[in-house]
């Protein structure tokens, strides 16, 4: 058995308030602590998305009632709340900025929107750019001129790794996460709805699955990744397998497993894990410590992954069949058990906002 600190999971799409029958505070917080995540911090494009106050309210009161692990909730940078979202900045994860399109309504097109943001956003707390390719490149230029912490969501090219290992290398304020379906899958990959193509159905993601070279380059250049995040975006199968299937995937209960094994095979350490999964995040985002908090891990014990006998409402994962070794057997939140063996222990309103 091991022994590893409470996991911080820095992106989590709870989809609460509005399209709770994907997912909500309840089971999102019930897959985390499955999955050894004793914090998350949840995305703002939810329906509505969480760009003002009474927003942040919305989000924040429903994570009041029913969150079983510990959370902090970010705002989302829109074309003319600068001034609002910088002074809720206490209150919040942190600040989101679409730059690219995704799921959701939230998306900056052009930079003169970014400018105000950049200007104004405290520089004490992160802002997070999704950001892909040229784009990520402008975000970087931006961190630059305005003298400021980003950090970039899901990394998954090798294009934009090394990007980020030169800015770093010019002590530019810029920190990244990488998702483990961009580590573990490729847009090759078989898709689990049996359509094979990668592109659409199941496999429909934001950034795309990449191409092997691309995801070598992420397992070579794992000293520039910061964090380890899940990007857990649950959609229902029913959606997943339309003819306009939304991008995203759950991820929170197969991220230790798939991390666990890969410290099997040598292909990361334990250390690697507690780095990118606990002390960075922690420090990126200004999140105090959780006192008397760990997860146990069986660490020899060999299983299939399986959606059925997961907690997310989404009802499936891209990983179903996976043989992982490592299983998370007990996870202790602020001293209390939160889960063991499978069951969920803590109660809904357990969870605390970190913020
Ligand atoms: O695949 C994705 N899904 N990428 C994103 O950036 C958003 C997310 C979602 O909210 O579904
Ligand atoms: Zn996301």
Same mark, same amino acid.
């Given at each position: ?62 994570? %009041? ?25 206490? %209150? ?34 992160? =802002? ?11 975000? =970087? ?10 950090? =970039? ?171 992982? %070794? ?17 069951? =969920? ?11």
């Amino acid at each position: 058995m091991i022994r590893l600190p409470g996991l911080i999971d820095p992106h989590v799409h709870v989809r609460e308030p509005g399209q709770t029958h994907k997912e909500d505070w309840d089971t999102a917080t019930q897959a985390a602590l499955a999955g050894g995540v004793t914090m998350i911090l949840a995305m703002p494009n939810t329906k509505p998305p969480i760009f003002d106050a009474s927003t942040l309210d919305l989000a924040l009161d429903s994570a %009041k009632q029913k969150a079983r692990c510990d959370y902090a909730q970010f705002l989302g940078a829109g074309p003319d709340n600068a001034d609002t979202v910088a002074a809720l900045a206490p %209150k919040a994860a942190g600040l989101k900025m679409y730059l690219d399109s995704t799921f959701g309504e939230l998306r900056l097109d052009d930079m003169t929107l970014w400018m105000p943001h950049f200007q104004k956003f405290p520089k004490d707390y992160p =802002i997070v750019l999704h950001a892909e390719s040229r784009t990520m490149a402008a975000g =970087i230029l931006f961190a630059a001129l305005y003298d400021r912490p980003v950090h =970039i969501a899901h990394v998954s090219l090798k294009e934009e790794i090394l990007l980020i290992k030169a800015a770093k290398e010019r002590s530019i304020k810029v920190t990244c996460e990488v998702c483990p379906h961009h580590l573990f899958l490729t847009a090759e990959s078989p898709s689990p709805s049996g359509r094979g193509d990668g592109g659409e159905g199941r496999l429909a993601v934001r950034p795309r699955l990449a191409s092997q070279q691309d995801v070598d380059a992420l397992w070579e250049n794992l000293d520039v990744i910061d964090c380890f995040a899940t990007d857990h975006a649950p959609h229902t199968l029913a959606e997943k397998d339309s003819e306009n299937p939304p991008p995203g995937f759950p991820g929170l209960e197969t991220l230790l497993p798939l991390l666990l094994t890969a410290v099997d095979l040598g292909r990361l350490t334990l250390d690697d894990i507690i780095q990118k999964s606990v002390i960075n995040p922690r420090q990126i985002f200004r999140i105090p410590e959780q006192p008397e908090t760990w997860v146990e891990v069986d660490e020899n014990t060999t299983y299939e992954i399986k959606a059925a006998e997961q907690f997310t409402r989404c009802g499936w994962t891209p990983f179903e069949g996976w043989k992982v %070794k490592g299983r998370v057997r007990k996870v202790v939140l602020r001293g209390k058990t939160a889960f063991e063996d499978g069951k =969920i222990l803590a109660e809904q309103g357990y969870g605390r906002n970190v913020r």
